[in-house]
């Protein structure tokens, strides 16, 4: 995917820095790896109507936004992207795609979980 071409936040700007930096990036992906880039990701997980608008123009077929915690996909140009790292498991991978990860996490049952993925990331330090 993309991500535009110089991390700038894409609310307030102009149309045409706006297209530059979004159908910009898209062009210079594509034309560089020669396949078709379809997925975008909003610097800053940021965006507003007009960058949302953009993005479709351009010919993305899906966008991600930073979380805000309601695990709400409004639409496929909305979709609230879920971190994967080295020390994500498929619990807590599952937990994320379903949305709950973040309210479980904040319980005492979430805390015993985050313990034991901090155990056993320390644990793969030290190997």
């Known amino acids: 995917g993309s991500?535009?071409?110089?991390h700038r936040e894409l609310p307030g700007l102009d149309s045409e820095a706006l297209h530059d930096e979004i159908a910009g990036s898209r062009?210079?992906?594509?034309?560089?790896l020669g396949v078709k880039v379809e997925s975008f990701a909003y610097p800053r997980g940021l965006y507003d109507h007009r960058a949302k608008a953009a993005v479709r123009q351009a010919g993305y077929s899906?966008?991600?936004?930073?979380?805000?915690g309601s695990?709400?996909?409004?639409?496929?140009?909305?979709?609230?992207?879920?971190?994967?790292?080295?020390?994500?498991?498929?619990?807590?991978?599952?937990?994320?795609v379903l949305g709950i990860y973040s309210q479980i996490k904040r319980t005492s049952v979430g805390a015993r979980v985050s313990a034991a993925r901090d155990a056993r990331r320390t644990n793969a330090e030290r190997r």
């Not at 899906?62 to 805000?68: C, D, G, Y």
């Not at 996909?73 to 498991?89: L, P, S």
């Open 3 to 6: 991500h535009t071409k110089t």
């Open 71 to 96: 695990g709400h996909q409004a639409d496929r140009f909305t979709i609230e992207r879920v971190g994967v790292y080295g020390h994500t498991g498929p619990t807590e991978f599952t937990l994320k």
């Open 62 to 68: 899906r966008a991600v936004v930073t979380p805000r």
């Open 27 to 32: 062009e210079e992906l594509q034309e560089k």
